[in-house]
């Protein structure tokens, strides 16, 4: 015994020294991600946050209405001091008025720094979901501690989308939290914590419309009803504050309009209805160069390639486990790239699905073709936003390459649904 354990001992040594490496790592990264993103943006000036607060400060006294969506909300946000800053708060649901009403009540240079605050604490909550996720996947082994914080704490670092939403006030860190939250339910079986999350996310931003879809081909009928209840719910409480007029204008005039709008062919929109528009679609301003003037095409080929990628994803779903999460990670990659608009911060939702994939892949290596695009997928989500340059980007063919972050979601959905035997654990298996 006296001589095993000085060898036990010994062994130890390097692991344990591994391990404070990784420690040591993470805590590094961490603190140059806070140094380089959260604090400045706790200081800079933001259109976003200029006019989510004004927004949030007059629901909060109750003056929210369809003066939202005129020049009289400029001058209240001019009032409040932000000058040149000020923005359109429409076309947003009125009840994006509330996401932050939890700071509106603080002076506005304390109201932002606690905002990003926020947003540290939710991406710490995204990363504790993701561990407790590894933990419960069947047949799956968390990795170490050390070595999921040294990996998160490298995402967190690299994630380009992430550190967008900080340097502009956004809200889709908030967002983000709820897909994961909306994921953790899913595949937990917890049908109240799922359809809570389906219903904050229809109600902050109309967003998250193919986890509905997930729902419904599945028949998680007591999900569905937990987020049509608490949606419906907090509509009728907030109702009061807003008015029918405000959602009358913004479920029959704006919302439907986004589609068409020409504005969002900019490669800023990180979508694939920018895309087709600026392959198919001839605006002066927004696409001058496109391969046809042919907008039907354009239209007729996102409903192609959305039934291409939404198909395969909820037949895998029915086929597979009650709790497999690999179809609900598949739908999340799917998200943004479907949506009508959606910048560079929309893609911080995928901080769970990259949690969870690379936290599997650590523990049950892929094989190198799935290997070889999670890579590209990271590499696309980290790469500068060049593409916000816009009259560089503009037709075709330069179009093509002038959308990374809908191009690694795509790639992630693709390993998430294909890579191999997701039967098993949902995530990627080799």
Known sequence: MGIAEPQNQAIDLPRRARAWGAWLA????LGLFVWQTALPASQQKSYAFSVYYTAARL???GQAGVQFCSTWLFEQQRA??????????????PTTALLLAPVAWLPPPLAQAAWVLGDLLMIAAIVGLGWLMLGAAPGLARPPAAWYALLAAGLIAALRPLHADLHAVQVYTLLALLYALWLYGYSSGRSWLCGAALAALALAKLAGWPLWLLLLALRRWRALAWALGLGGA???ATLPLFGLAFWRLYLLGQAPALASDPLYAAPA????????????????RWSPRPLLDAPWLASGLWWVLAALLLAPTLARARRMPPAAAGPALALLCLVVPLQPAGEEYHYALLLIVLLLVLGTAAVRRP???????IGLALLLLALPAYFVDTPRWQGWPWALLAYPRMDGAL???GVVLFGGDAARDGVVQP
């Open 26 to 29: 993470a805590a590094l990264l």
């Open 59 to 61: 629901t909060l006294q």
């Open 80 to 93: 409040l001091g932000f000058g040149q800053w000020a923005d359109y708060f429409c076309p947003n649901p």
């Open 234 to 236: 907090a509509w009728l």
């Open 269 to 284: 929109f990180q979508t694939l209805t920018s895309l087709l528009k600026q392959c198919f679609l001839y605006d002066p």
């Open 367 to 373: 094989g190198w073709p799935a290997g070889l695009a």
């Open 411 to 413: 790639l992630l959905w």
